[in-house]
């Protein structure tokens, strides 16, 4: 590990700067129904950035445009898993809202963290993407002489919609230190399953992790864990059919049914919960409870959660189960096991045995620093990343 490589000291600057954000924020009231590592992503790209506005697109009239186009020289979006298959009218309202937007401000885009999400193996044919997704990345297309995407994947994809002008820049998560010397943390022994910190998206699938997690008291850090959230704030005693409305309205079809059917003890859960679950909604002491020293590691299938966990010094093990998570371990080289390892392997402690490794990664990072580097640079961006080690 590098000295001060940890980001639990940062904050953002207030106001300023001739970048506008419109997409992600860095930051959510307690108990906000939102993805919450998507903060990390948010938060990344202000870091690097430095001073910066935010532009609330529901208060866009046209003083505040001609405001902002006085004051600003570039509109920097940031998004995530933003292109998907099927019908989600309020994917497509968002969408047309940014697009509006840009077009309304007429400035230059850069773009942060663009990619799509669909099913491992899934064809790029078979993906059905909306009419308003498709103007959103022409419209960026226009104002963008390059767009940022996180992989190979999302890169292919918005070549078959006939967007062009494209490159692979990964997530700027992985660059929020500012380092070009940045290292991922090695793992020296076999992490104690009492000192892991563990993230989940779909319990049913991930039940191996979380029951080990569980009996050994590992931490449980949150995303979109809004039932969590609310559950660690009853007493003792609950049971999963006397749990009050607004708290039983939160629990998904199926993590209902593993409790209904013992697969998982809800009193055992409940407790675990109490004791060991957290969710942040800013960045701060997210990173202040990553770098406490209480953790070996860190494990899921939240590329997010890992990453905050990366970056604060903790080793990370990335499950993948989409396309989004492969390409970006891909692109970066990140540690990585897939999905069947939860159930093919007996101990927490033999995946990390198994799959961490760091080889991949001190390979990918310093290219691909430079070009993100690069990426900021070329567009005339004002950024605080150290320049590119010479080779």
Same mark, same amino acid.
């Given at each position: ?198 993230? %989940?998206? *779909? ?7 979380? /029951?080990?997690?569980?009996? #050994?008291?590992? =931490?449980? !850090? +949150? ?54 679950? %957290?969710? *942040? ?7 202040? /409870?990553?770098?406490?020293? #209480?953790?070996? =590691?860190? !494990? +899921? ?91």
């Amino acid at each position: 590990m590098l000295n001060n490589q940890s980001t639990t000291d940062f904050v953002l600057p207030v106001g300023g700067g001739s970048v506008g954000f419109i997409g992600i924020p860095s930051e959510r009231p307690p108990g906000t129904r939102e993805n919450t590592g998507n903060f990390l992503h948010g938060f990344a790209a202000r870091h690097i950035i430095g001073q910066n506005q935010n532009i609330p697109l529901n208060n866009l009239t046209d003083e505040m445009i001609e405001k902002y186009r006085s004051e600003l020289t570039h509109i920097a979006f940031i998004t995530a898993n933003a292109i998907r298959g099927g019908n989600n009218d309020v994917l497509a309202a968002g969408h047309r809202k940014v697009a509006d937007a840009i077009e309304k401000l007429d400035l230059p885009v850069i773009v942060f963290g663009l990619g799509a999400q669909a099913k491992i193996g899934q064809a790029i044919p078979d993906m059905d993407i909306s009419a308003e997704t498709k103007r959103l990345l022409s419209v960026i297309s226009h104002y963008s002489p390059k767009i940022a995407v996180r992989g190979e994947f999302t890169a292919d994809l918005c070549k078959h919609l006939g967007v062009h002008n494209i490159e692979v820049i990964g997530c700027q998560s992985c660059f929020i230190s500012r380092r070009p010397d940045f290292k991922i943390p090695e793992l020296t022994e076999t992490p104690n399953a009492d000192r892991l910190v563990v993230n %989940v998206t *779909y319990h049913a699938r991930e039940l191996p992790l979380i /029951k080990e997690a569980m009996s #050994e008291g590992a =931490a449980f !850090i +949150g995303q979109t864990e809004h039932f969590e959230y609310e559950l660690a704030q009853l007493d003792e005693g609950a049971t999963i059919d006397n749990l009050p409305e607004n708290v039983r309205s939160l629990i998904s079809p199926q993590l209902y049914n593993i409790f209904k059917s013992g697969r998982l003890d809800f009193s055992g859960y409940h407790r675990w919960v109490r004791e060991k679950f %957290v969710q *942040y909604y800013s960045m701060p002491p997210w990173f202040a /409870k990553l770098s406490s020293g #209480e953790f070996d =590691a860190c !494990i +899921g299938t939240r590329f997010h959660g890992n990453m905050a966990a990366m970056q604060s010094g903790v080793p990370s093990l990335w499950i993948v189960h989409d396309s989004r998570t492969q390409e970006f371990c891909d692109y970066l080289g990140l540690p990585q096991a897939p999905l069947k390892a939860l159930s093919e392997e007996k101990t927490v402690g033999d995946i990390f045995d198994k799959y961490y490794r760091t080889d991949g990664f001190a390979k990918k990072y310093q290219e691909a620093y430079t070009r993100f580097y690069a990426y900021l640079t070329e567009h005339g961006v004002p950024h605080k990343l150290a320049a590119p080690l010479r080779n």
